[in-house]
């Protein structure tokens, strides 16, 4: 069993950045591919990007390619989700996600989520 405590998030301005981060803790953290998704208000959930369990590929969305990157430290069981030149419509609750694929398929163990408001 997993259990992954979200951190980070907050107001911001656009054009700012912020990193979330998604600590594990249980064993296994290096087997899960990591993923976020994020939630705006009166829409349905988004797959925002994922990281492979070894850390070699990433897949994001199209909307925040070039501007957010996800990492991962095994080491510390932790994945982080870094975002730049944020805008308005970024602005969702984030979640972090471990499970065995690399797009926006069923993931087996959720963070509680983290709100990101953008202003303009």
């Known amino acids: 069993q997993m259990q992954l405590v979200q951190s980070g998030g907050g107001l911001v301005q656009a054009g700012g950045s912020l990193r979330l981060s998604c600590a594990a803790s249980?064993?296994?953290?290096?087997?899960?591919?990591m993923a976020w998704w994020r939630q705006a208000p009166g829409k349905a959930r988004e797959f925002v990007g994922a990281?492979?369990?070894?850390?070699?590929?990433?897949n994001y969305v199209d909307s925040v390619k070039g501007r957010f990157a996800i990492s991962r430290d095994d080491a510390k069981n932790t994945g982080y989700l870094q975002m730049n030149s944020l805008k308005p419509e970024d602005t969702a609750v984030y979640y972090c996600?471990?499970?065995?694929?690399?797009?926006?398929?069923?993931?087996?163990?959720w963070g509680q989520g983290t709100q990101v408001t953008v202003s303009s």
């Open positions: 996600a471990l499970g065995y694929v690399l797009g926006p398929g069923n993931y087996v163990y």
């Open positions: 990281i492979s369990w070894d850390g070699a590929t990433t």
């Open positions: 249980g064993r296994g953290f290096s087997s899960y591919s």
